[in-house]
């Protein structure tokens, strides 16, 4: 089986005093995503910034480095998220309506989302990120009104049991798509024997990918590919190559896993068999 390769180009907690290859205005995502393309990434997931690096949820932020993307890419699956601290709920989602990506990311459950450091014995950050089942509900039942696929992303074990009354209500239909994100304090720690066990309590007819936090990322990589499962990388969750020399741009870090992937005896699905494989419709450019 080939590998899908995602490609998280922002996130919305580093700025460019941490990591200097971080993308802001709409022509920076854009030839990010150019670079992470020629790296072997099937898929980019955003979170809009302003022009200036600060996050954004407007929905014309969103629009712009969308088109900015398929200017450069116009076959690329773009993926946008839906998770905030500090907003609506149609807020969230509002992105998604208007922008109509190909999947769009939503998180399985309430937790406790925080970084710390030992070195300052205390958090970088803690924030409680909101997510109960009326708000998931209502994300997913939205995005199947305007054809886009959800992304569940599933910070701990019941999270991916969160799925299981979703499918039985009818909510979530097969194929399903779920992320493994390890590494968050207040999620799963990052091993490989925790990505098996959320593995193993998968539905049928899912598949799935691992993000890994920091540069525990690539161990985890390595550990989904010999299960069969897909990766992600990007400035999102690691600025780091695998030796630890920060990246200059996400297309390095593509290509870095793209190579990972190859010397496990997977080669790297194009945007075209990702499509495939993820049952995506090719939208228009």
């Not at 991916?160 to 968050?184: C, H, K, N, Q, W």
């Not at 695998?242 to 741009?249: L, N």
């Amino acid at each position: 089986m080939k590998t899908i390769l995602s490609c998280a180009l922002s996130g919305v907690a580093a700025n460019r005093a941490q990591c200097p290859g971080i993308p802001y205005t709409p022509e920076e995502y854009g030839e990010e995503s150019r670079r992470a393309a020629d790296a072997g990434a099937s898929i980019v997931h955003i979170h809009a910034r302003k022009p200036d690096g600060v996050p954004s949820q407007d929905v014309e932020d969103y629009l712009a480095i969308r088109d900015a993307i398929k200017k450069r890419v116009p076959e690329m699956i773009i993926n946008f998220s839906t998770g905030a601290i500090g907003f609506t709920p149609e807020q969230r989602i509002a992105s998604v309506v208007h922008g109509k990506p190909d999947v769009a990311a939503l998180n399985m459950g309430t937790m406790n989302y925080a970084k710390y450091s030992e070195k300052r014995k205390d958090f970088v950050f803690k924030f409680v990120f909101e997510n109960p089942f009326d708000d998931i509900i209502y994300y997913l039942k939205t995005m199947r009104e305007v054809g886009v696929r959800p992304e569940m992303e599933c910070f701990d074990m019941g999270h991916v049991g969160s799925a299981l009354p979703l499918i039985d209500m009818g909510i979530l239909t097969p194929p399903y798509e779920f992320s493994f994100i390890l590494g968050v304090d207040g999620g799963m720690p990052a091993s490989t024997r925790n990505v098996l066990a959320m593995a193993d309590n998968l539905p049928k007819d899912s598949s799935w990918q691992v993000i890994g936090i920091g540069r525990e990322q690539w161990g985890l990589a390595a550990a989904a590919l010999t299960m069969g499962g897909h990766i992600r990388v990007g400035f999102e969750d690691n600025f780091y190559l695998p030796e630890g020399t920060m990246a200059k741009s996400n297309g390095d870090l593509c290509e870095r896993a793209a190579r990972l992937s190859r010397d496990t005896g997977r080669e790297v699905a194009s945007i075209k068999e990702a499509r495939e494989m993820l049952h995506l419709p090719l939208r228009a450019a």
